[in-house]
């Protein structure tokens, strides 16, 4: 147990939850990880975030370790570029269970805790939630059903104190993007006012933000993604 607020972030052991990590870390608080490889440090479980009962379990072994959870961030998820009439029923399925279902099996199991915590939970969706992509239909869809979730799951538990929030990340260089991914072609960058990636430091940033400073913010999206969707 520990006397300092508990975090769960889960995908974080690489990529835009890792650095999620960091910066909760850098702001005071003990970080549990859930992941489906096992993060450096002694408070990280390796667990499928689409079973529910894996996520319970991983949860309760969690609060025995450092305490109740007053922050969540669900960063856990995969990436695939696939044409809509080549996406099989597994794919679907599969892209569906890990993106919204990992996201409902983490918020049932820790709502209690943040209920009595009064705490906070952040979504990482997509910029393709919003904007769409050409191949991109099943990812696109399940990060669409996560803004869905979120800005329901914020309506419903606001009367409790929770805030529920999401980032929108655009294409971040992260190892989930490949070196031959289109969204690293130069042809691409320069269609974006910034002319590059985000980072995952700068999508931490605005996770870290909603998490401890935005006290007004609740079912609402921040968009990280050097200008893709304005």
Not at 15 to 44: F, K, M, N, Q
Not at 46 to 72: C, F, H, I, K, M
Not at 158 to 186: F, H, I, Q, Y
Request: hydrophobic share 45%.
């Amino acid at each position: 147990m520990t006397d300092q607020p508990v975090a769960l972030v889960t995908g974080g052991a690489s990529g835009i939850g890792a650095a999620v990590v960091e910066a909760l870390t850098a702001r005071g608080y003990v970080t549990g990880v859930l992941d489906l490889h096992a993060a450096p440090g002694p408070a990280s479980v390796a667990v499928d975030v689409s079973d529910a009962d894996a996520v319970t379990q991983a949860l309760v072994r969690l609060r025995e370790e450092l305490g109740p959870v007053s922050a969540v961030v669900t960063s856990a998820g995969y990436y695939e570029m696939t044409p809509v009439s080549e996406i099989s029923t597994d794919a679907w399925h599969r892209m569906l269970r890990v993106h919204l279902g990992g996201l409902v099996n983490v918020a049932r199991a820790v709502l209690p805790d943040l209920v009595s915590a009064r705490g906070s939970l952040v979504a990482v969706a997509s910029e393709l939630a919003v904007g769409g992509g050409d191949e991109d239909a099943h990812y696109a869809a399940a990060k669409g059903a996560i803004l869905g979730l979120v800005r329901s799951l914020a309506a419903e538990v606001a009367d409790a104190g929770v805030r529920v929030n999401a980032v929108a990340p655009g294409p971040t260089d992260t190892p989930l993007l490949a070196p031959d991914s289109p969204w690293r072609a130069t042809e691409y960058l320069q269609t974006l006012p910034l002319r590059r990636l985000t980072t995952p430091a700068e999508v931490a940033r605005c996770v870290e933000f909603l998490v401890c400073d935005a006290t007004f913010s609740t079912g609402d999206v921040v968009n990280v993604n050097s200008g893709a969707v304005i």
